[in-house]
């Protein structure tokens, strides 16, 4: 399936044009500072940093965070058909796919808890999430380094 994917006409059209790679990987790389930079953020707050910003300014956020998340998913993807069989083995890859699961599920969970008042369990979530986060980054330049 992976192998079929790589010899699809989208993946040939990222894998080998002048600009298809870098322009999806730009993409990419703003959606990820959309997401990643709105749930560090809420995600230290909760942590008890940034005590000036009211944490309900997170609950406006989340529609943007959807945003960047879609953008990275659907650049992602693009990117992914390029290489599939490779990605789909690679430890760095799996990594950062597992990370951002755990945390866009732990940012619906945290969302959801917003509005209440800040619990130790949600804490808790905001410090896996913080790490889910800088470790999906971390994996995901790694996936260019290590196979």
């Known amino acids: 399936m ?4 790589e010899n699809t006409s989208v993946a040939f059209w990222v894998g080998t044009s002048l600009w298809a790679y870098p322009l999806l990987l730009s ?15 809420r ?5 008890g940093l940034f005590s000036a910003l009211p944490i ?14 879609i953008l990275n998913a659907i650049s992602g993807f693009l990117l992914f058909t ?17 990370c951002i699961t755990v945390g866009m599920v732990l940012a619906y969970i945290i969302q959801k808890r917003l509005d209440d008042a800040v619990e130790t369990q949600t804490k808790l979530f905001a410090m ?19 196979f």
């Open 2 to 5: 992976f192998i079929w994917l």
């Open 27 to 41: 993409i990419h790389i703003v959606g990820l500072a959309i997401v990643v930079g709105i749930f560090s953020m």
């Open 43 to 47: 995600d230290l707050r909760l942590l």
């Open 56 to 69: 309900r300014v997170f609950s406006s956020l989340s529609t943007l965070a959807i945003a960047g998340f």
């Open 82 to 98: 390029s290489q599939a069989s490779v990605f789909v083995t690679s430890i760095p890859f799996l990594t950062k796919i597992s």
């Open 128 to 146: 896996i999430s913080f790490a889910c986060w800088i470790a999906a980054i971390v994996a995901g330049r790694l996936i260019a380094y290590i």
